[in-house]
Nanobody, 126 residues
Framework: QVQLVESGGELVQAGDSLTLSCAAS????????MGWFRQAPGKERDFVAA????????AYADSVKGRFTISRDNTKNTLYLQMNSLKHEDTAVYYC???????????????????WGQGTQVTVSS
């Protein structure tokens, strides 16, 4: 089993940058493909970004492409989400997720993931 703990969420202004972290423990982090999802109040959880086990493949939602960057440091068992040019509509609880996979794939659907963190709140004031 993998335990995931997100951090880094805070209140920022539109146009600011923010980096979220997701610390993993319990299993070999590098055995897992990882993803970021977000859920705004009253809305469904949406895909944000995904990365393969070694970081060689990534994917982004159209709404964040060019502004967000997903990365991982397997030596530190940590997943990151660098968020630039933040917009009010980026306001949400951000979750990281893990799926055991060493085939080089990334996954963009929530049901494809086995483990989830508790989330971290990002609020962007306009």
């Amino acid at each position: 089993q993998v335990q995931l703990v997100e951090s880094g969420g805070e209140l920022v202004q539109a146009g600011d940058s923010l980096t979220l972290s997701c610390a993993a423990s319990g299993r070999t982090f590098s055995d897992y493909a990882m993803g970021w999802f977000r859920q705004a109040p009253g809305k469904e959880r949406d895909f944000v970004a995904a990365i393969s086990w070694r970081g060689g493949s990534t994917a982004y939602a159209d709404s964040v492409k060019g502004r967000f960057t997903i990365s991982r440091d397997n030596t530190k068992n940590t997943l990151y989400l660098q968020m630039n040019s933040l917009k009010h509509e980026d306001t949400a609880v951000y979750y990281c997720a893990a799926r055991r996979s060493r085939n080089g794939s990334y996954y963009i659907r929530g049901y494809e993931y086995d483990y989830w963190g508790q989330g971290t709140q990002v609020t962007v004031s306009s």
